[in-house]
């Protein structure tokens, strides 16, 4: 846990001295976010055809069938948007980032960085810290947008909800404070498993139970995992806050 | 004679076992000094506690007059230092320009027309420039290597440390690596340090060599002393060497055997 902190720290004091930041901050932001919103968007629109199947069911049961506007926009905004979000993100890009470090490890890439006087976790690390902190809200965002889109096709379209009662239900439901949990949840997400996955990946020649090929592949496993449970304890110690 | 780079009863063990018990080393400025000794004997663990990729137990590294222990000393002599990996150590998701271009990127603050050219400088004095787009993987081991070297130089060091620069190559390409180092060093002028246990090869390219056994510095002295040493842990290494050469060549006169 030192070790981590530790490491988390030397990321964001290499912000400092870290040079040509800003092009490897644009490539982290097209590996993160241009690469994985393909995902992000089927993800989220059935999630919202889902959301606005099962909310309908369940809204029927007392004469609700108008507050599914509400019921998908607040589960989305508050709860499935960043957390979903944060889950895609952690097993495509987080996963291809702790392989990419592991692989750099064993190869001596990391090391041929040090050689050079190249401050390695300020060339490999930071620009991802960053970026995860811009593209997680974002792709939460766009999650918003898409679930909200699909929990109309299923509401108005195949279960017959007026579009207008879903579109108002939705505009009258969410307010300022749900948008704002929504994207401090989603950049809360992106600093923990971005960091999870840098450190994992880092120190994979750390592992004592195996080394070369498996040791990336136990690291990247590891650092699947571990981001996820996090972003689950994270979303309730949030969530604790505000509702 | 003055030295560039001394090191100092240097101490690595990895748990329980010792590695290297006390090195002590001179490498006078502008030379190229090899390190022989047999595989696993702790050469690759020395060149990489002088690099500072490993950490010494104990002993002490001075680079130009100044310990190594002093961060600024550390800093400056990473800035002046380059160092060529066993396995190379390029970027493959970068070009072979952007692998040779990346520590002037980072540790210096030339603009990017500059660096463009000083990259491609080296590239051309290694005869690379024609593969500036191409990918690590997917040039030829001798190109990759050449690669290294031009990514080595490119920041123009005063001393370049050599981690088994002929490893996994065959006889003509490691005569044309050593040759290389041998060339590029007389152009540049850099202190060479390099560990291998190519025999034959690092007596002709070499100023001065070192044999490493059992973690300490059993002979220190020109290629032509190594050559005459009577000493009997050179005599055995050398003989070792001679020796497997003519069982080589024994095998290869026998008569292939009909299955």
Redesign the interface.
Known sequence: MGDFTLFCGRAVLALTTSRRLPRRILRAVYEQGAVCMPVIAIVGVFTGLVLGLQGYHVLSRFGSEGLLGTLVSLSLVREMAPVLAALMLVGQAGSAFAAELGIQRNTEQIAALETMGVNSIGYLVAPRIISALLVFPAQAALFVVLGLWGGSLSGSLLLGVDSGVYWSAVERAVEYRDLRECFLKAATFGLLTTSICAYMGFHADRNTSSAGARAVSASTTRAVVFSSILVLVADYVISSFFV | MDFALEVEGLEKSFDARAVLKGVDLRVPRGSVFTVLGPSGTGKSVLL?CI???LSADAGRIVFEGRPLVDPRAH?DF??R???L?Q?N?????LSALENVA??L???TSLGKKEIRERSLEALRQLEMEDFADCYPGRLSGGMQKRLALARAIV?QPELVLFDEPTAGLDPLRRNAVFAMIAKYQRRFRFTALIVTHDVPEALASSDRVALLNQGRIAFEGTPVEFSRSTQSVVALFRDSVDALCQSLAAIRSEQPVSL
């Open positions: 990489k690099a500072s990729i800093q990473l800035r230092c380059s160092f990996f396995g150590a390029l970027f493959d998701s990346l520590p990127e980072q540790t920041t």
